[in-house]
């Protein structure tokens, strides 16, 4: 008799177990997403101004990141240290006002030591950060952090900021993968959804290199997880929104078999689903890329426009969804040295160009010094440019942070056009 | 808290099956003393750095070491060998078709289902319904309390494949499995061996052939 009980309560234990973990909502409910251009802001100038966001403060800054706050201020986040995934790595930040037109000293606002403390786990270097600001006023920063390897066996953590990211709490550890939750990083910037949730593009880099989104609510619960690709193709997924069931996809090349060009992946359901990865009509070196959409249809994309190195930075525009690009700006082109054996007085002849373009810098002998050191061997001198990060603000300003010569974070700020008469309102 | 006290069941049942040569007063002085000092906070505690390396552990793998220190504590297994058999077998097939899946190999990504998905509390319930018939209770009590623990969010992960199994399990599964196989054979060989023996005489206990072949 209590033998047929047990037997039937296990049964019954069994229905319970199938409602409690069968979702209120499935995962896959129409998502839409919220398109975040600007309207009537669409069409951009040449009237570009350079500055430095980083102050040269450590050898190697690297994987900028920024966010608009409400007051219309720029604060930006990158990694600082000695050298990529030194023990000394922190996050950095500093403040962009378009009104003085002058960005802040920058300050370590996360060090791995703080976060292992408040994570309870061990944390061995720090890595890409992307911040997302809330409506609340709340700050978000998705931040890599590697407890062992490479930066194969990252992962990532969030951190919440109620000071608009002068200081971090650290909130979870998102679980991402089911193999020892490792192998996922975060570069390019979030979208949004219509409903208030975040999709936070990602990418995986062990035994598969392929993008991915993850959808996350306002607790950081990871609700929906989407794959951009498969194998080991492509990462650094950069989502440009065009409609609310429309985006476009742009990643790096990571393919052996077909290198030199960026991938395109699009979507036509909020990313339920991804078109498989499809070589596109941009050359690229195998180097992340950034980009905003102005509009439907019209896009910016800023990337290294050569197939080799990274040693140039153009500006790119479509009107028609990537069919067409023209070439709009061009922020570095150094092909013509790329041996990579430059000689070191001819480089430096050329950096202290490039500084000397570069508005309000007060840091000019530090960063020379950084870029001999970060870029000159005993071969001779070569140019880096690289991970552009682009937002464009409420205002219609396009800001783009990149890495200059690993040693400096340098800012290129587009301020909005007028809008003609009848584009207004 | 829930991650490192799994984490302490798991160090307190390697530290046990690694004493079994101890008396048992001894051996639950050893499993105190590993829960101790696993759950002591990070940098402290062993938990913490384990984790910090391994990731989580499974709502399942918590479980079953629980059943491993109650083994090494009590003497009494309170899982049939044979379901854990099935189980064992059931773990390691699936995670040769989930983790590929899941790691990139294809679009698809069985692994995202587990964010919250009708189909896959579906099957999971087909499977408890298939075990309850088979009279496999314990892969249906470990199936409900995956479940629940993921309701309530008791670990990191928002997964529910994150409950139910992780690598470390499935490398124990196979393990065992391994072990279970040669066990097996050691004991068919014997028991051959035993059907071959020639037979004494005087009433004497059979001797097996190669034995008194030997002889």
Redesign the interface.
């Known amino acids: 008799m209590a033998r047929k009980a047990?037997?039937w309560a296990?049964?019954a234990?069994?229905?319970?177990?199938?409602f409690?973990?069968?979702?209120a909502s499935?995962?896959n409910h129409n998502p839409a997403f919220q398109p975040d251009y600007v309207p009537a802001h669409d069409a951009i100038g040449d009237q570009w101004q350079m500055r430095f966001a980083s102050d040269g403060s450590t050898a190697l800054v690297h994987a900028a990141s920024m966010v608009e706050l409400p007051d219309g201020r720029i604060r930006a986040f990158w990694f600082a240290g000695s050298r990529e995934g030194a023990p000394d790595v922190d996050i950095h930040s500093a403040l962009f006002d378009p009104a003085s037109g002058q960005w802040s000293e920058e300050a370590s606002v996360l060090s791995r030591e703080q976060l292992?403390r408040q994570w309870?786990?061990?944390?061995r270097k720090l890595g890409n950060a992307v911040p997302v600001l809330d409506a609340d006023g709340r700050m978000r920063l998705f931040v890599v952090a590697v407890?062992?390897g490479g930066w194969a066996a990252s992962?990532l953590v969030v951190l919440e900021s109620d000071d608009l990211g002068r200081s971090w709490d650290f909130d979870?550890?998102l679980?991402t993968?089911?193999?020892?939750?490792?192998s996922t990083l975060v570069k390019t910037p979030p979208i949004r959804y219509a409903d208030g949730t975040v999709g936070l593009p990602v990418y995986?880099e062990?035994?598969?290199?392929?993008g991915e989104l993850l959808r996350l609510d306002k607790h950081n619960?990871?609700?929906?997880?989407?794959?951009i690709g498969?194998?080991?193709k492509a990462i650094q997924p950069l989502i440009l929104v065009d409609s609310p069931r429309r985006a476009t996809a742009y990643l790096r090349n990571e393919s052996e078999d077909h290198p030199g060009m960026i991938y395109r992946s699009d979507t036509r359901n909020g990313g339920e689903d991804w078109t498989?990865l499809a070589g596109g009509n941009l050359v690229n070196p195998s180097a992340a890329v950034g980009g905003v959409a102005l509009a439907p249809d019209h896009w910016l994309l800023v990337a290294n426009c050569n197939s080799k190195e990274r040693d140039d930075l153009c500006l790119k525009e479509t009107l028609d969804s990537g069919a067409t690009w023209t070439t709009r700006y061009s922020f570095h082109d150094r092909h013509r040295w790329r041996a990579g054996n430059v000689d070191e007085r001819l480089f430096m002849t050329m950096i202290k160009q490039e500084l000397e373009q570069t508005r309000g810098d007060q840091h000019t002998a530090v960063f020379q010094r950084r870029v001999e050191h970060n870029k000159c061997h005993p071969a001779g001198c070569e140019f880096q440019y690289d991970y552009p990060y682009v937002i464009q603000a409420r205002n219609g300003d396009i800001h783009i942070l990149y890495t200059w010569n690993k040693s400096a974070i340098r800012h290129a700020w587009l301020p909005a056009t007028a809008p003609e008469e009848g584009e207004r309102g | 808290m829930i991650s490192e006290l799994i984490c302490a069941l798991v160090l307190t049942a390697m530290a046990l099956r690694i004493t079994t040569w101890l008396a048992a007063p001894w051996r639950a002085l050893v499993a105190g003393v590993t829960l101790l000092v696993s759950l002591l906070p990070f940098p402290w505690g062993l938990s913490g750095w384990v984790l910090s390396y391994l990731s989580d552990f499974s709502i399942t793998t918590g479980l079953l070491a629980l059943v491993a220190i109650q083994h090494r504590l009590t003497g009494h297994y309170s899982l049939p060998v044979r379901e854990l058999r099935a189980a064992c077998l059931t773990l390691v097939v699936l995670a040769l078709w989930f983790y590929p899946m899941s790691l990139g190999s294809s679009y698809a990504d069985p692994y995202a289902l587990g964010f919250g998905d009708t189909l896959l509390s579906g099957i999971l319930l087909l499977v408890g319904l298939f075990a309850w018939l088979s009279r496999a209770y314990a892969s249906c009590l470990l199936l409900v309390a995956a479940q629940v623990a993921f309701r309530f969010n008791l670990l990191q992960s928002d997964n529910l494949w994150d409950y139910l199994i992780d690598p470390w399990l499935v490398s124990w599964a196979s393990g065992w499995l391994i072990r279970d196989r040669l066990l097996r054979v050691r004991e068919n060989r014997a028991e051959r061996l035993a059907g071959q023996a020639v037979p004494a005489v005087n009433g004497a206990k059979p001797v097996p052939v190669a034995t008194a072949s030997e002889g």
């Open positions: 047990f037997h296990v049964a234990l069994l229905v319970v177990g199938y409690v973990a069968v979702p499935d995962r292992s309870g786990r061990y944390v407890s062992f992962r979870e550890a679980t993968s089911p193999f020892m939750n490792i995986h062990m035994v598969g290199k392929f619960h990871i609700i929906d997880k989407e794959r498969h194998g080991r498989p």
